[in-house]
């Protein structure tokens, strides 16, 4: 079976950082683009990150600077750094990974960033 399992969220203080993982199973994963996706209660879900295969990074324009997607396909597994953080960054973040018609979404982790 195909799992995505996030981790690392947590309550911080603004101006804090994280660093959240999410760790695939069953794909092959680097044929697989990999994502990373918000959504607080109320909103729909929001595009942060995304990284291809070969590690070729994009992000969301409201996110460029403060986060940093990265891959280590060795161990199955994508990042996302999360530096000078602020109270709107709390949400629940999703990992996503897709290959041509085929994509996946983990259950997310919760981020908290709260004084």
């Known amino acids: 079976q195909v799992q995505l399992v996030e981790s690392g969220g947590g309550l911080v203080q603004p101006g804090g950082s994280l660093r959240l993982s999410c760790a695939a199973s069953?794909?092959?994963?680097?044929?697989?683009?990999m994502a990373w996706y918000r959504q607080d209660p109320g909103r729909q879900r929001e595009f942060v990150a995304q990284i291809t295969g070969d590690g070729s990074p994009h992000y969301a324009d409201s996110k460029t600077g403060r986060v940093t997607i990265s891959r280590d396909n060795a161990k199955n597994t994508v990042y996302l750094q999360m530096n000078s953080l602020k109270p709107e960054d709390t949400a629940v973040y999703y990992c996503?990974?897709?290959?041509?018609?085929?994509?996946?979404w983990g259950q997310g982790t919760q981020v908290t960033v709260s004084s």
């Open positions: 069953g794909i092959t994963f680097s044929f697989y683009r």
């Open positions: 996503y990974a897709a290959y041509s018609s085929i994509s996946y």
